[in-house]
């Protein structure tokens, strides 16, 4: 595949550091050092820098838009992709670790963006049959601060990047930006469940996904809680499929949140039983609240699961 993430990254990166002020961005680095974008850290950010970083999070195969949605919510995300393998699961997707230091100290983001490719290391990059290379890349975290020079060099080292050739986003989740970025992840929520059930992520041909847009929470737990709700309670995802029948129905069945037997509680509660230890909780909750399956092969569509705005409505409302 002739298709670079990072080529495609690399134009969208330099516009938000061209618009920071716009933007309400704080920009750094550069020349002989990664540029630093910090988009809600010491700055206000906004909830378009946040779009605009979620399609930096796509690299380049997805378009993010803010809309209108209704049923007594007033904004909603709305994720297309038509490389939805790729765009999710190959960039998107905060599967890279990144920590450094011990105890109240220590510091620790999942990484996500198109410098995952460019590394490799993880088995997904076999399964998707990608690789990437190119001379410029941008990692995105999900912190509240800038990450100690060891990561930065573990992450150039890992990548095969000068360090001018790194931009790295910051993007605490209690922030305008944070929370757009990561609600706007409906679609790939879609992606990695499909994956983890075994369904192959090339057979997913096309993709639509959308979820509401809550106000950021004050705090980085209230926060998760409040992106994590708008995809299980709120998300739906329409996915264009090329296989056999039985095989989409099943995704469509298996792929709805409420197939976890921890749903219908806030993500901030489940969080806090499960001593607020991540790995603890159901990786099948994980998913958009609604989902349609269509199969290209026979034309025929599937549907399971439903969103309750009702729900997130008791959530999110003092």
């Given amino acids: ?9 690399a134009p969208l990166a330099a516009s938000l550091c061209a618009d920071a002020e716009r933007l309400r961005l704080k920009v750094s680095g550069g020349q002989d050092a990664p ?4 988009a809600g850290i010491d700055c206000l950010g906004g909830i378009e820098a946040g779009r605009r970083v979620a399609e930096i999070c796509l690299g380049g195969l997805g378009r993010v838009r803010v809309e209108a949605s209704g049923d007594g919510w007033p904004l909603a995300l709305t994720v297309t992709s038509s490389q939805p393998a790729l765009a999710c ?3 998107q997707y905060a599967g890279w670790g ?6 109240k100290q220590a510091w620790f983001s999942l990484g996500s963006g ?4 460019l590394t490799g290391k993880e088995e997904l990059f076999a399964e998707l049959g990608y690789a990437d290379r190119h001379d410029s890349s941008v990692l995105v975290l999900e912190t509240d601060r800038p990450p100690p020079q060891a990561v930065v060099d573990k992450v150039l080292a890992d990548a095969g990047l000068a360090p001018a050739g790194l931009t790295i986003v910051l993007t605490p989740t209690r922030s305008l930006a944070g929370t757009t970025q990561v609600v706007a992840r ?6 990695h469940k499909a994956h983890a059930l075994g369904f192959d992520p090339r057979a997913i041909v096309d993709g639509m996904g959308s979820a509401p847009l809550p106000t950021p929470g ?9 992106t994590n709700d708008a995809i299980l309670y709120g998300g739906a995802v329409h996915l264009m499929v090329d296989c056999e029948d039985d095989a989409a129905e099943a995704l ?5 949140s409420s197939c976890s037997p921890d749903h219908g509680r806030s993500f901030g509660e489940l969080f806090k039983a499960a001593g607020y230890d991540f790995y603890k909780l159901d990786p099948m909750l994980f998913a958009p609240a609604r989902a349609v399956v269509g199969n290209l092969r026979s034309g025929r569509s599937f549907s399971a699961g439903a969103v309750d705005r009702a729900r997130l409505l008791e959530f999110w409302l003092a």
């Fill in 114 to 117: 198109p410098v995952r490719a």
């Fill in 35 to 38: 540029v630093l974008v910090d």
């Fill in 252 to 256: 469509c069945q298996r792929l709805p």
């Fill in 186 to 191: 409906v679609l790939e929520a879609a992606l």
């Fill in 98 to 103: 990144l920590s450094h230091g011990e105890g």
């Fill in 1 to 9: 595949m002739t298709l670079s993430l990072n080529a495609l990254a």
């Fill in 218 to 226: 004050r705090d980085f737990l209230t926060a998760m809680a409040r």
């Fill in 89 to 91: 699961l190959a960039s």
